[in-house]
């Protein structure tokens, strides 16, 4: 690889030991991908902030590179195992909470922001189109390439921390025009009426793709919370890092021809939402799988007016929505009806089967899909209905 004098200066640790650690990570990455050289980053989302998924090893890596390491760009972090500030009514015990803390501490004194939530595209991380960044959350990945039409690869928690420390990225795969080409075409034989119903499509579209770049041709309509339920869900049954669907992907140009064709008709939707439901009576319900918006919000405030919670309820958002959701009172009429805001942490990276649940209704296929492999049963419901397994009577 070609590196500048900067970038040579940080291999041979003249900026210290936690840059040229990085520097290695990023090297190497770069070698064996074939990257010809760095390319700068304007920010950067971690994944792996969850004790849960770190673990001592983790902790202690971190730990190490905070001594002298320090972010270089903008950096956002994923959702912790907790909430942060009040982990206790979540059941959370004192150890893991301890573990967690330290984790958190470490990626504050490394100059990450303490965000902790996985749509940074909601909270203050906001590229702007062609700009290269490197992002970790997968969701948020397929969201930065698709949508806002920035250039991420997906990566992993140590490459991206490293992207943090020296401001770079090596020049490769999606950073580059030529691999940011579609490679099937999806027709979208049916209407798609709900989010939920984008959730499913992205399940059974990341399956047939695995890693490639679907191109969605017949989306009639398609807001933020469909398009954040669908890129969720295309990362977590494929490796997706991105779509291109008309009307919504900037650099989406006309239908390519010479593709193979998969049809997605109301058989492969309706046979995705059984695949994705366990069936049982759920003992916990989690909406917010990516982050809720504030509209998600807004939402749940109309329908749980008036009603009392009567099965356990997280509502999982990033701290910034909550914030907002304050100041226009839809947190109150949230929490007096029982249902708790999940803010820093979500179902799937909290230790939610430690915490005795066994069913959990979501209107999240990507939330389904991550359950599932902790060994929970899951429920696929629309954000609706989990409101009304919620607020059920008992
Ligand atoms: Fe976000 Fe947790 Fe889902 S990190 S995308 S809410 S698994």
């Known amino acids: 690889m070609r590196l500048s004098q900067e970038e040579e200066g940080m291999l041979a640790g003249r900026e210290g030991h936690a840059t040229r650690k990085a520097m290695q990570i990023l090297v190497a990455l770069g070698k064996i991908y074939g990257a010809e ?58 150890e893991f909470a301890e573990k967690q803390l330290r984790v958190i501490e470490a990626y504050r004194r490394l100059g990450a ?15 702007t189109f062609g700009q290269h960044i490197a992002w970790g959350e997968s969701s948020a990945v397929v969201y930065a390439n698709s949508v806002i039409g920035a250039r991420t690869n997906r990566e992993g928690g140590p490459s991206a921390l490293a992207a943090s420390l020296t401001g770079r990225t090596p020049l490769y795969g999606l950073h580059l025009d030529e691999n940011r080409e579609p490679t099937q075409v999806v027709g979208v034989e049916t209407p798609l009426r709900t989010p939920e119903d984008f959730a499913a499509m992205g399940y059974f579209v990341g399956k047939a793709v695995k890693d490639g770049i679907p191109y969605f041709r017949g989306v009639k309509r398609a807001g933020l919370e469909e398009l954040k339920l669908l890129s969720a869900a295309l990362a977590s049954s494929g490796g997706v890092a991105m779509f291109h669907m008309e009307g919504v992907t900037p650099e989406a140009g006309s239908i390519p021809t010479r593709l193979e064709k998969i049809p997605f008709t109301s058989k492969e939707l309706e046979e995705t939402r059984a695949q994705l439901d366990d069936g049982g009576n759920p003992d916990f319900v989690s909406v917010g799988c990516p982050h809720l918006s504030f509209t998600e919000v807004a939402r749940l405030a109309r329908l749980l007016d008036g009603r009392k919670v ?8 990033s701290r910034e929505v909550k914030r907002k959701s304050d100041l226009v009172g839809y947190s109150r009429t949230i929490q007096e009806s029982g249902a708790k805001f999940a803010t820093d942490t979500c179902m799937v990276v909290a230790p939610v089967e430690e915490l005795g649940y066994k069913v959990v209704a979501t209107n999240s296929a990507k939330a389904c899909h991550y359950l599932r492999n902790s060994g929970l049963r899951v429920r696929f419901m629309s954000l609706d209905e989990c409101v009304m397994e919620a607020t059920k009577a008992p």
């Open 37 to 94: 050289q760095m390319v700068p980053v304007s920010s950067v989302q971690v994944s792996g902030v969850s004790y849960k998924n770190l673990g001592d090893a983790g902790l202690e890596f971190l730990s190490g590179l905070a001594e002298d390491g320090r972010a270089r760009v903008k950096t956002t972090l994923n959702p912790a195992g907790m909430n942060l500030t009040d982990w206790r009514s979540q059941g959370i015990d004192d």
């Open 310 to 317: 009567t099965t356990e309820f997280w509502i999982c958002c």
């Open 113 to 127: 922001e303490v965000s902790c939530t996985c749509t940074p595209y909601l909270a203050g991380n906001e590229p």
